[in-house]
T-cell receptor, first 116, second 107 residues
Framework: NAGVTQTPKFQVLKTGQSMTLQCAQD?????MSWYRQDPGMGLRLIHY???????DQGEVPNGYNVSRSTTEDFPLRLLSAAPSQTSVYFC???????????????FGPGTRLLVL | RKEVEQDPGPFNVPEGATVAFNCTYS??????FFWYRQDCRKEPKLLMS???SGNEDGRFTAQLNRASQYISLLIRDSKLSDSATYLC????????FGTGTRLTVIP
């Protein structure tokens, strides 16, 4: 098992550019999520998905889009990058309990994004 | 009010010391509680779940106090390898992470 994989590891963007951060998991987890981690702010939930075809907003969704066409993949799209989106992005996956809530999360290695 | 609040530290302790971290949460409906460990420039990894009755894993003990809405982590006989940031995590529906408490164990 590769677990949770993320690409790219590092990315530099100019303001206004768009890009997609890739995330894949091979553990057949229903629940997948994207977080950003900023100094002093901890991990904040951007978007999450409880299964293929289902996505929902987290705490800080503005400026990001997601889709979940398969169980394995959960890409995060930045529509028009801004310097405020400079951060470390983590994708995570887990089983969900009977109520669609996340259980123990397994994290990918992260993507470090710098927006100039 | 933040969902989860932690003392950011840093905690600098000598090898062999006992150190305790506390964390408070705001949502009384929270069902699951965890401690994660994050090494510098790495992803968070689960350290241990926290159960209502308290639980122990080697040198690590986690406690939950639902009445006061806090969880704690106790590390006994600290090792150099315990140096990391410890994240308190609470799950009322999605996972909410604390900002983390940084621990440095000094030789």
């Amino acid at each position: 098992n590769a677990g949770v994989t993320q690409t790219p590891k590092f990315q530099v963007l100019k303001t206004g550019q768009s890009m997609t951060l890739q995330c894949a998991q091979d553990m057949n987890h229903e629940y997948m999520s994207w977080y950003r981690q900023d100094p002093g702010m901890g991990l904040r939930l951007i978007h999450y998905s409880v299964g293929a075809g289902i996505t929902d907003q987290g705490e800080v969704p503005n400026g990001y889009n997601v889709s979940r066409s398969t169980t394995e993949d959960f890409p995060l799209r930045l529509l028009s990058a801004a310097p405020s989106q400079t951060s470390v992005y983590f994708c995570a996956s887990s089983y969900s309990d009977g109520g669609g809530n996340a259980e123990t999360q397994y994290f990918g290695p992260g993507t470090r994004l710098l927006v100039l | 009010r933040k969902e989860v609040e932690q003392d950011p530290g840093p905690f600098n302790v000598p090898e062999g010391a006992t150190v305790a971290f506390n964390c408070t949460y705001s949502n009384s409906a929270s069902q699951s509680f965890f401690w994660y460990r994050q090494d510098c420039r790495k992803e968070p990894k689960l350290l241990m779940s926290v159960y209502s009755s308290g639980n122990e894993d080697g040198r690590f003990t986690a406690q939950l106090n639902r009445a006061s809405q806090y969880i704690s982590l106790l590390i006994r006989d600290s090792k150099l390898s315990d140096s990391a940031t410890y994240l308190c995590v609470v799950n009322p529906n999605n996972l909410f992470f604390g900002t983390g408490t940084r621990l440095t164990v000094i030789p």
